[in-house]
């Protein structure tokens, strides 16, 4: 989970390592975007961003760019969701790190703060390489490698007393 606000009013973020399946995309297009399916030519992958307003896309990229609309987070990250992003990135003249995101993760006030209390996060931060270069399918485990735990050693399985 990319976070890019949180403020006294609660938090907003972005899954970043669930790429769309084509079916599930193709299906989602179709019913969100029958006039903007040519998108899928244009962007080679898409990703899941979280469950809220999925039908709305936004474009998490590298602060090398800027177009109206785009809002810097931090020193290295932006997010844009003015359409033409999508044309420029198919041309080579957007950002040099980009990724899609259809829908989004949402916290009300103090709630992202109390899963945090609850153990139900592990926070740190990250980098441009680790988000646009590490394939998703090892985000997960580098990350919780980072923290000195390795999830290959971990049981799925309960015991009992």
Not at 34 to 47: A, G, N
Not at 110 to 124: F, R, T
Not at 134 to 157: C, H, Q, R
């Amino acid at each position: 989970m990319f976070i890019c606000e949180h403020n006294k009013d609660g938090a907003l973020g972005f899954i970043v390592n669930k790429p769309f399946e084509t079916p599930e995309l193709q299906d989602l297009f179709s019913e969100f975007f029958p006039e903007d399916d040519d998108i899928l030519k244009l962007v080679p992958d898409v990703y899941f961003g979280g469950p809220v307003l999925v039908e709305r896309g936004i474009v998490l990229h590298s602060a090398d760019y800027k177009t109206e609309g785009t809002i810097v987070i931090g020193d290295n990250f932006s997010l844009t969701s003015n359409k033409a992003i999508i044309q420029e990135i198919a041309e080579k003249k957007g950002p040099k790190h980009s990724k899609l995101l259809l829908g989004h993760a949402g916290w009300a006030q103090y709630q992202l703060e109390a899963e945090i209390e609850n153990g139900d996060w592990l926070l740190q931060h990250t980098n441009l390489e680790f988000i646009f270069n590490t394939e998703e399918k090892f985000m997960w485990d580098m990350a919780t490698k980072s923290f000195g735990i390795d999830m290959s050693e971990l049981s799925g399985l309960g015991g009992s007393a």
